[in-house]
């Protein structure tokens, strides 16, 4: 997973992969930098997702929240926004596009 910190709105990138073998990974990158103040995800790379993506995504807000900030996902690409949909999690997830 590449990240790249966007320091005006303190936003990473995900990488253009989000599936089950890279979960475990990308959370762990996503919550060190929630941790450094991070506050959004950019998902414009993001080209290869599964189901884990929507559970990162999930982690990653809660985390944020659990800081007390507001977090924001951003390029959320339409297959993702439509299996958060499917999944019935798309009310949980805060984007923009």
Request: glycine fraction near 8%; aromatic fraction near 6%; hydrophobic fraction near 50%.
């Amino acid at each position: 997973m590449s990240e790249v910190v966007n320091s005006v709105a303190n936003r990473f990138e995900c990488g253009a992969t989000l599936t089950h073998e890279s979960a475990k990974a990308a959370l762990s990158a996503g919550l060190q930098r929630i941790a450094a103040g991070a506050n959004g995800v950019d998902c414009a790379p993001l080209t290869q997702f599964d189901s884990f993506a929507l559970a990162v995504l999930l982690a990653w807000e809660r985390a944020a929240q659990a800081r007390g900030a507001r977090f924001e996902i951003v390029n959320l690409p339409a297959g993702l926004a439509s299996l958060a949909h499917a999944y019935g999690v798309d009310s949980l997830i805060t984007t923009r596009h």
